[in-house]
Structure formats: structure tokens, C-alpha cells
């Protein structure tokens, strides 16, 4: 119980505590922007596409989900993107190899807008 008491033992618990804290956020965030790099995903549910305006770096893979039950497509013009029509929890998955803004709308149903912000 003594050792647990000197100065250098408790100054070297909360160095390491310190240490392993430190790294655990370096740990989450590089989790975080490899997430970032590989993809998101947009569903779309009740006519409507969500998140839009989606941000995403260059070479990022976007997925829409089709979370609504009636089918619905991605039509881009800008980025060359024509999907199938998307059943009920189909998907479809573009990556993106320009930075830009890319306006998209439902091929289906032309009143569902979205957006892609693709940054460098």
C-alpha cells in the first residue's frame, strides 16, 4: 500500500492514463475519416432522399438505399449515374472520382431531388 503512495508511481498512472486516453481518440478518428473515405449511404424513404446536401471526398463510394415501398432510381446526368429501378431494400453504389456538386433526382419520380458535394 506504501509503493501505491509515492509521488513518481502516481505521476506515472496519470501519465498513462493520459497516454492511453489520447490514444483511443487517435484510434476513433482514424476510424472516422476511413469510414469517410470509403462511402456513405442515402436512403430513401417516403419520396424523399436523406442526408441531401451529402458531403464525401473524392473517390468515395455513395450507396442509396431504397427504404420506401415503391421503386425508385438515381438519375445524374452531370456524373454519368443511371441506376435500375430500386425495389424495396435494393441498392444501388457509385464512387465518385471528381470533386464537384452533383444534382440528382428520382428517374421514377422527377419531383425527389438530392445532392452530392464531392470534396478534393
Not at 29 to 50: C, K, M, Q, V
Not at 90 to 112: E, V
Request: hydrophobic content about 45%; charged content about 15%.
Amino acid at each position: 500500500m506504501t509503493g501505491l503512495l509515492q509521488p513518481g508511481r502516481i505521476a506515472r498512472r496519470s501519465l498513462l492514463r493520459a497516454s492511453l486516453g489520447a490514444g483511443v481518440v487517435v484510434l476513433i478518428s482514424a476510424r472516422a475519416r476511413l469510414r469517410a473515405a470509403e462511402g456513405a449511404e442515402i436512403a430513401i424513404d417516403n419520396f424523399t432522399f436523406a442526408p441531401t446536401p451529402l458531403t464525401v471526398k473524392v473517390g468515395a463510394s455513395v450507396t442509396w438505399v431504397n427504404r420506401d415501398d415503391i421503386p425508385h432510381s438515381i438519375l445524374c446526368p452531370d456524373a454519368k449515374i443511371h441506376s435500375h429501378p430500386l425495389d424495396t431494400n435494393d441498392s444501388f453504389t457509385f464512387q465518385f472520382q471528381k470533386a464537384g456538386r452533383f444534382n440528382y433526382i428520382c428517374g421514377l419520380h422527377p419531383h425527389m431531388h438530392g445532392q452530392v458535394v464531392v470534396q478534393a
